[in-house]
């Protein structure tokens, strides 16, 4: 069973960037594909971009180039996951969440679904001026 935690959120103004950082630690995290998610007041909660086990990236169409997701995987029992955003709105608001499943049993796809039994804390990004 791979753990998910995630931080580095905050408050930063219209236009500026933040990194996210995902730790995910147990055995086989290598083989996990994983995203990010995320979930805004009152909203349900969004794909943003999957990054597998082999490196292939896919992002939500919202995205446009902003976001950069990307993933060290050197040690084979934490992996480190990533979310670069750059020239943040309002509408980013969201509390952001990462997840994922050993890559037997999910797809690119199916990722995009974000049907997870269970969800970390996530990390609140605000962007205000």
């Known amino acids: 069973q791979v753990q998910f935690v995630e931080s580095g959120g905050g408050l930063v103004q219209p236009g500026g960037s933040l990194r996210l950082s995902c730790a995910a630690s147990?055995?086989?995290?290598?083989?996990?594909?994983m995203a990010w998610y995320r979930q805004a007041p009152g909203k349900q909660r969004e794909f943003i971009a999957t990054?597998?086990?082999?490196?292939?990236?896919?992002?939500?169409d919202f995205v446009k180039g902003r976001f950069t997701i990307s993933r060290d995987a050197r040690d084979a029992e934490k992996n480190l996951m990533y979310l670069q955003m750059n020239n943040l709105q309002p509408e980013d608001t969201a509390v952001y969440y990462c997840?994922?499943?050993?890559?037997?049993?999910?797809?690119?796809?199916?990722?995009?679904?974000?049907?997870?039994?269970?969800w970390g804390q996530g990390t609140q990004v605000t962007v205000s001026s």
């Open positions: 990054i597998t086990s082999g490196g292939t990236t896919d992002y939500g």
């Open positions: 147990g055995s086989r995290v290598r083989s996990y594909h």
């Open positions: 997840n994922g499943r050993l890559n037997s049993q999910t797809n690119i796809a199916t990722m995009r679904l974000g049907n997870f039994r269970s």
